[in-house]
């Protein structure tokens, strides 16, 4: 900071070749984060995986599962009993799973909880789970492991997890007698797929309905009921802070067990599989600890079952170096969509934010997606399944501690290959990079215009050739002047003997110093006072939005009769293009001048430092989300600059138009719209496919908002309070025009 205060930094080699050369500089980088991403898809840039935690010990046991058989007469039991009794309704056959973990001598309880739909008007959704805990026979019950199954009713349009519920009773049948368990294994069944998982890991670990956490009450920042806050006395009929409280209410577990190291979800829909999904992103895109996932991938190799991860199949081994690249890339591409919206693709992702590493096994056979020669594969039965589910739990119970060792940050281009935070963090830091060099190049340029504005206020000393060099004629007006100060001086205090020579002279240059340096202080200030007032005000308005959806469900309900999703999509809509049209004024409502050309580039430095700040921040935690944003943003924010009145007005407008296609809720329903056209045009016509997209679109963003109040899922919160005012920033950029600044002088 003190070469960039020093009055001539302006002839610094580096800053004179940063002023030529950033534009070029900020595109190569953008250019080579992209091409970082897709080389480390290639096997030369990533690495084969491995474990870390040798305590686990994959592979060392001795399989004895035996329950195939118990497992189909599970089976077969269960689907009778959907048939007889629940075919018609949602309810998960409480008393069937109760009595047959009763019969395996687990301990059975269930458990209640409610879920007030923050979106809704007074729905209340109500679900129960049934959990069996089996002890282990040497330890105190101070650690445990989860085998969890979702039930769908035989309505729904998912698949249907029936073999899975089988599958775990025949494991708790096969588990009850061993007394080599070291931890507690609990069985769960959940209602309501990730919505009972939820409640019941909330209630597992002691948050109430009335307790608020960070998760539950990230749709709203404010404390309901806080003074200055609460607006229904202003305005009776809404309940403005009531919708944000806490909805789901977990209720409380009759028993529990110890401190859950890792989790198994299952998600089988046959006894019968080609080949094993495994599933790992989680909220937020969090994932578990990269040695479960190795071990999972290695136990089905034991056990003799074919396992993927996206687009990545265990069974396909490709010569061709380049196919399998391009493999890996569009398996790197599958988990950055995966992750990007931030919600998780299983039960298993609730269980991460809690400190606990689980991962899904889901089902699939040749129907499910274009895996190559699925026909030709061996198919996978309850025996098999069983083996695999033996040796992972087995590994897990010998477990000392918990999993710390290996990554929670990583990208998988295969099932055997991983790319770790240190490899893929690069890509996403280039990008920010070209961010703040462009903010770099236009505070250096900036400083001159600070000094040709005081080269104005004194036009003479604007005369000077050389820093320090005063011109003969100011210098010959300057002595006459100071010689006629002094005998006026001396005139005047002829009888003071102790007046120093000068010393007037002294105070007088001393005190037209301090009142050049006190105003341009003041003229800063004021600049500056501008300039936050309207950031300020921009991010307000973001923090509105994101606090909206509550008031426009309730206004469509109430005027309009419309349905939450509805009501929220075309409040937003509205929301959106007020701030198209308003925001280009807001920076001149609270001044009397002209925006200057400073005041502008000053905006521009800041929007680009928030920018790649959010970026980073985002890339630290979900880096597809990161990367995402900034793959998106950075060109915009790089093309997009003050707009000079004299300058050419098709530059301008390409700006203008490159930034409004990437309004957020524009961007989104554009794509969603884009994306159906491509599907479904030829065979529904591009209005219909359009119309579909929109629909799309309108539902995005009402599981956003209902998964940031429910889930705590960030997606929306980060859109509407940080990246909606960033691009309103760079819209008022675009929009405002200003005089040029002077130019230099030399």
């Known amino acids: 900071m003190g070469l960039l205060s020093d009055p001539e930094y302006g002839s610094v080699k580096w800053v004179r070749i940063l002023k030529k050369v950033h534009r070029p500089l900020c ?31 994959p592979g060392l046991v001795t399989n ?20 007889e009794k629940y075919y018609d309704t949602e309810k998960i056959p409480v008393p069937w799973l109760v009595a047959k973990m009763s019969q395996l001598h687990l301990e059975v309880y269930t458990h209640n909880y409610t879920l007030n739909y923050p979106l809704g008007q007074g729905q209340i959704y109500k679900g129960t789970n049934v959990y069996g805990i089996l002890r282990a026979a040497r330890t105190p019950s101070l650690e ?22 089988a599958l775990m009773l025949a494991f708790a049948e096969f588990a009850r007698p061993q007394k080599y368990w070291a931890k507690d294994i609990i069985f769960l069944v959940t209602e309501h797929e990730q919505l009972g998982m939820q409640a019941w890991l909330e209630a597992y670990h002691g948050l109430q309905s009335d307790s608020e956490t960070f998760y539950t009450t990230l749709g709203s920042f404010w404390k309901p009921g806080s003074f200055g806050l609460d607006l229904t006395n202003f305005f009776p009929g809404f309940d403005w802070l009531g919708s944000h409280k806490k909805c789901l ?19 089988f829909h046959s006894p019968k599989i080609k080949y094993v999904e495994v ?22 190799v034991k056990s003799g079952i074919h396992h993927s991860y996206k687009n990545s199949y265990s069974w396909v081994r490709n010569r061709n170096k380049v196919d399998d690249w391009v493999n890996n890339i569009w398996t790197m591409v599958g988990m950055v969509s995966t992750q990007l919206a931030g919600v998780p693709n299983g039960n298993h992702g609730l269980f991460h934010r809690f400190g606990i590493e689980a991962v899904t096994l889901e089902g699939r056979d040749s129907s499910d997606g274009p895996a190559p020669r699925v026909h030709s594969l061996s198919a996978a039965n309850f025996h098999r399944l069983g083996l695999a589910l033996e040796t992972v739990l087995r590994s897990l119970n010998n477990l000392l501690e918990a999993f710390h060792q290996s990554y929670f940050f990583y990208m998988l281009p295969a099932t055997d290959r991983f790319v770790s935070i240190g490899q893929y963090m690069p890509s996403l830091c280039l990008m920010c990079a070209a961010m ?52 006026t001086i001396k005139e005047k205090h002829s009888d003071s003997e102790s007046e120093i020579p000068g010393e007037q002279d002294v105070k007088e240059v001393v005190q037209s110093s301090d009142e050049r340096v006190a105003n341009s202080q003041t003229q800063l200030n004021f600049s500056m006072v501008n300039v936050g007032a309207n950031y300020l005000l921009v991010h307000v308005l973001g923090y509105a939005a994101m606090n909206s959806p509550v008031l426009f469900t309730q206004l469509g309900a109430k005027y309009f009769s419309l349905p939450s999703e509805v009501s929220v999509y075309y409040g937003l809509c509205v929301t959106s293009a007020v701030l198209v049209v308003a925001a280009p004024a807001l920076p001149r409502l609270l001044r009397r001048g002209a925006l200057t050309h400073e005041e502008l580039t000053l905006v521009n430095i800041l929007v680009l430092i928030e920018l790649s700040t959010l970026c980073l921040a985002l890339g630290m935690h979900n880096f597809p989300l990161g ?6 943003y950075t060109p915009v924010a790089l093309l997009s600059g003050v707009v000079v009145r004299e300058r050419g007005w098709i530059s301008v407008w390409l700006q203008r138009a490159a930034c409004a296609v990437l309004q957020p809720l524009g961007a989104l329903t554009a794509a969603m719209c884009v994306y159906s056209v491509a599907v479904y045009g030829g065979a ?12 799309a679109a309108m539902q995005a963003v009402m599981f956003a908002v209902a998964d940031s109040l429910i889930y705590g899922n960030w997606v929306f919160n980060v859109a509407a309070s940080v990246l909606l005012p960033v691009w309103v920033v760079l819209w008022q950029i675009v929009c405002n025009s200003v005089e040029g600044p002077p130019p230099a002088r030399r």
């Open 27 to 57: 595109f190569l980088c953008y250019a080579v984060a992209l091409v970082w991403f897709v080389m480390l898809a290639n096997r030369d840039f990533n690495n084969e995986t491995y474990f870390s935690e040798n305590a686990l010990l």
């Open 684 to 695: 529904e016509g591009a209005a219909a496919a359009a119309g579909r997209g929109r629909d």
């Open 436 to 487: 703040l060099l462009r903010a770099l190049a236009l505070w250096v340029g900036v400083q001159p215009t600070q000094e040709r504005s005081s080269q104005a206020e004194d036009p003479v000393d604007s005369e000077a050739k050389e820093p320090g060099e005063r011109p003969p004629e100011r210098l010959s007006e300057s002595s006459n002047q100071r010689v006629h100060n002094r005998k």
């Open 279 to 300: 599933k790992v992103e989680g909220l937020n895109g969090q994932l578990p600890n990269l040695d479960l996932v190795n071990l999972v991938h290695k136990l089905c």
């Open 249 to 267: 209410n977990p209720g409380q577990l009759k028993a529990r067990s110890g401190a859950i190291q890792a989790a198994i979800n299952l998600e």
């Open 64 to 83: 004895e599962f035996n329950g195939e058989y118990a497992a189909k007469q599970y089976l077969t039991e269960f689907e009778q009993e959907l048939e």
């Open 627 to 632: 990367l995402a944003v900034a793959a998106l």
């Open 144 to 165: 445990a492991l989860v085998v969890s199954a979702p039930f769908r009713p035989l309505s729904s349009h998912q698949k249907s997890t029936a073999a899975g519920i």
